[in-house]
């Protein structure tokens, strides 16, 4: 299966995805770990994939999404954005509001994280 095969995978079944540096446990970038943070604030149930295991799956990754930078947040397979501007909505209610419309007004019950490797 190829990464792109397997990103889709991920954004077929995760609620919320983010595409990241590192993992929540070994967080290796500063805007990854400002994207985490926002999405945990708000309670969101998070499937991370770390991107540097092998350049390919961030090649893959922007491919599939149009976006260049990383991190990215998907909601229900739909690109959110960056760190910016997971951040900006936030702060202004819409990230919760987002998650609730797509996910149900009980979303945050089915907080935690979970790390998905593509490689190996």
């Not at 995805?17 to 590192?22: D, I, N, P, T, Y």
């Not at 805007?31 to 945990?40: F, I, Q, V």
Request: with cysteine; proline share 4%; charged share 25%.
């Amino acid at each position: 299966m190829s990464y792109s095969e397997k990103i889709q995978e991920v954004l077929d079944g995760a609620e919320v995805a983010l595409f990241m540096k590192g993992t929540p446990e070994m967080i290796m970038c500063g805007n990854s770990e400002r994207a985490l943070g926002a999405l945990r604030r708000v309670g969101a149930p998070i499937t991370a994939v770390d991107i540097l295991v092998d350049p390919q799956i961030r090649e893959d990754l922007s491919a599939i999404s149009g976006w260049p930078t990383i991190p990215q947040v998907f909601v229900r397979g739909e690109l959110i954005g960056g760190a910016d501007i997971v951040e900006e909505l936030e702060r202004s209610g819409e990230l919760e509001q987002t998650l609730v419309e797509k996910l149900g007004e009980n979303y945050w019950e089915a907080r935690g994280e979970k790390t998905v490797a593509l490689a190996g």
